[in-house]
């Protein structure tokens, strides 16, 4: 510091004696100077010193001391250069009060004049202080309207606030749960880093706690008495730490602090800290509004991507897994599952997703006990949410836990008013979203909604299934009924009547042995007619030989030439060959009715455990799916075993018919598709 600056710094009182002694000495040095000083130049050069002295006087020390220093030469000057000079001796009691009062004046002017340079000085300070501070200001508010990055924009707040306030350092810090001190941001000085930390306990005495506390700007500029400090401010030395709170949205978001390691911060660095602070919490705010929208987005995306999965009629099972995967990337979980509750307090993970380097560990039943999102919602039926994982092992609670799970939320799954499971995230690093358990709740709706259209939809199956088997059990009974009942009657009054014939008509009597014949031809043409009619009951050659051989007879029966391709070795499953046998014949009907086609290719294989089944004719096309009841029926026969039908018929270009049919039981639970 410079000898002027610390000059000023003197107190009032001793600055006035050290003036006033300043002069007085002046005033005996150019009284024995110029009392020996007879030529007037060496006195002109000797002003000409002074003058200098007096400008270094005022510009290095002050102008309180130049005044009594310039007055005192001029005093001299006069009493002994210029005529009547007075003797060089003491003086006497009226010249002495004539110096000190010529004194005292000189030093009240020169103090009055200093405090104008110093309130001059201070106001060009303050001016410049000012400049600087709304430059910084302006630089980090151009930041936060660019909508920087968030570490970019908090590393930038401390950096320009350091260099501004000129303290040892600036640290940006956001609290978490009142409990705990989370690091954000931090600009130091060489060597005066304090002890770095990601999150760290908000105990002992601070100014962060402070801070917190009572919502206002706080300052500790004393350490060595404090007993116990906050782990964040060892390892240091600090005799000055101030801190002013970040506000967003009316909540004590987390706190600014600036600190010193040489002596006490200004007075009014709270003042200066609370500025940047605000902007702190505007970037915030704003940061926070364009991260809600863009969730926003996100979370409508992703909500319109399952909705139009469950509208598909997909399988709950990749239902699951899908809804699982959205939640967890939406939210940045580390972890997201779908919980199905089963009686006993027990449950099933149904739909499971891991982020990048977490792996859900438990996949058998696992018991809904302990602390945690499943169990909580299986006793209360209500959204919540969660910082604690705790059960004994073998439980779902107890899996989160060994994953290092930290945060949580979960939202009920309910089906027709029964709670039917849980959908749980959970992370192990940052915290969930806020309000994540209520947003959970929207997807959890979509699962219960895919659900109930799934338990529709095998409702539906099974009821269609117990139609088509109650049909063809009612076929093969008319069908056995007609073979065993009016087939063998008829043919035994056939033979009957022709042994009547034969005794009964004389010879001679041609005409009525004809009429005779006559009728027992009619009666084997109605036997055959019969014999047709329980074929297409019951299909004898399907039940005898399988599709081969069915498929076959049907080609050497149809109107138009068929092309036959069947590569399905043995015997499949009853109702397979029935729907595949009565697709083939229903189209070869159409075909020879309506399509004036010259052949049709009928193609038949199995491949990953399905049927594939195509019949394609060069007929005339524009047949449609609902134009008549017998395809109708095909359909409602086929999507009853889980398989598909879809016809393409464009005007002039032939028809084809296509049915998929799965070869176990298993495919007669899916999803039906429609006729394309």
């Given at each position: 510091m410079a000898p002027w600056e610390r000059a000023r710094w003197l107190p009032l009182g001793a600055e006035i004696v050290l003036a006033f002694m300043t002069g007085a000495g002046t005033f005996v040095l150019g009284a024995v100077v110029l009392a020996s000083i007879d030529s007037d130049v060496v006195a002109a050069l000797l002003g000409a010193v002074c003058l200098v002295a007096l400008t270094a006087i005022a510009r290095f020390t002050s102008v309180a001391y130049a005044v009594p220093v310039g007055m005192a030469g001029m005093l001299a000057f006069d009493w002994f250069y210029l005529p009547p000079t007075h003797p060089l001796e003491f003086p006497d009691t009226a010249n002495l009060v004539d110096l000190i009062v010529y004194l005292v004046v000189a030093v009240f002017l020169g103090e009055i004049a200093a405090h104008a340079a110093r309130r001059a000085l201070a106001a060009e300070r303050a001016h410049a202080d000012i400049a600087d501070e709304q430059a910084a200001l302006r630089r980090v508010a151009t930041l936060v309207a660019k909508g920087a990055p968030a570490d970019e924009l908090f590393a930038a707040v401390a950096a320009e606030a350091g260099n501004l306030l000129d303290v040892h350092g600036i640290r940006i810090a956001r609290f978490e749960d009142v409990t705990e001190l989370v690091h954000v941001a931090e600009w130091s000085k060489p060597g005066c880093a304090p002890t770095p930390y990601e999150r760290a306990k908000l105990e002992g005495t601070s100014v962060s706690g402070q801070v917190l506390s009572t919502g206002r700007a706080a300052r500790i500029d004393n350490y060595e008495d404090i007993a116990v400090r906050a782990p964040f401010a060892r390892g240091l030395d600090l005799k000055s730490v101030v801190g002013a709170p970040v506000v967003v949205e009316g909540r004590r978001w987390g706190v600014l602090i600036a600190w010193s390691v040489s002596g006490p911060l200004p007075a009014d660095t709270e003042g200066r800290l609370t500025g940047f602070s605000e902007l702190v919490g505007t970037a915030i705010a704003n940061a926070q509004a364009r991260m809600e929208l863009r969730n926003f987005a996100e979370e409508q995306a992703a909500l319109r991507r399952v909705a139009t999965l469950v509208a598909g009629g997909a399988d709950p099972a990749e239902t699951f897994g899908f809804v699982a995967a959205e939640v967890g990337q939406l939210f940045g979980a580390d972890l997201a599952v779908v919980f199905r509750y089963e009686p006993d307090r027990t449950g099933t993970v149904v739909g499971l997703w891991n982020g990048p380097g977490v792996e859900f560990p438990c996949t058998v039943r696992l018991g809904v006990t302990g602390v945690g999102p499943a169990a909580t919602v299986l006793e209360t039926g209500r959204p919540m949410r969660t910082d604690r994982f705790e059960g004994p092992e073998g439980s779902i609670s107890s899996c989160f836990a060994h994953l290092g799970a930290r945060s949580g939320a979960g939202a009920p799954i309910t089906v027709e008013g029964r709670l039917w499971g849980v959908m749980i995230a959970a992370s192990h690093a940052e915290p969930l979203p806020s309000g994540a358990e209520l947003r959970l709740a929207a997807f959890t709706e979509l699962v219960a909604t895919a659900l109930a259209?799934?338990?529709?939809?095998?409702?539906?199956?099974?009821?269609?299934?117990?139609?088509?088997?109650?049909?063809?059990?009612?076929?093969?009974?008319?069908?056995?009924?007609?073979?065993?009942?009016?087939?063998?009657?008829?043919?035994?009054?056939?033979?009957?009547?022709?042994?009547?014939?034969?005794?009964?008509?004389?010879?001679?009597?041609?005409?009525?042995?004809?009429?005779?014949?006559?009728?027992?031809?009619?009666?084997?043409?109605?036997?055959?007619?019969?014999?047709?009619?329980?074929?297409?009951?019951?299909?004898?050659?399907?039940?005898?030989?399988?599709?081969?051989?069915?498929?076959?007879?049907?080609?050497?029966?149809?109107?138009?030439?068929?092309?036959?391709?069947?590569?399905?070795?043995?015997?499949?499953?009853?109702?397979v060959e029935l729907a595949a046998y009565y697709a083939v014949s229903e189209a070869l009907t159409n075909t020879a009715k309506h399509a004036d086609a010259s052949g049709v290719d009928v193609r038949m294989e199995t491949d990953n455990g399905v049927l594939h089944l195509s019949v394609r004719d060069d007929g005339r096309g524009g047949a449609r799916a609902g134009g008549g009841s017998g395809l109708i029926g095909i359909k409602d026969r086929v999507e009853a075993l889980g398989g598909r039908l879809s016809l393409h018929s464009p005007p002039g270009a032939g028809t084809t018919l296509q049915v998929s049919l799965p070869l176990t039981p298993n495919g007669a639970g899916s999803s039906p598709q429609p006729v394309e």
């Open positions: 259209d799934a338990d529709a939809q095998a409702a539906l199956t099974k009821s269609r299934a117990r139609i088509v088997t109650a049909a063809d059990t009612a076929r093969r009974r008319i069908e056995r009924d007609l073979h065993d009942g009016a087939q063998q009657r008829l043919v035994a009054l056939a033979l009957h009547l022709r042994g009547a014939v034969q005794q009964a008509v004389p010879p001679g009597a041609d005409h009525l042995t004809a009429e005779l014949d006559r009728v027992v031809a009619e009666l084997g043409e109605v036997l055959d007619d019969l014999r047709e009619l329980a074929r297409g009951l019951h299909p004898a050659a399907l039940a005898e030989g399988g599709l081969r051989p069915a498929l076959k007879m049907l080609a050497r029966r149809s109107a138009v030439p068929v092309s036959l391709d069947v590569r399905v070795e043995g015997r499949l499953l009853e109702p």
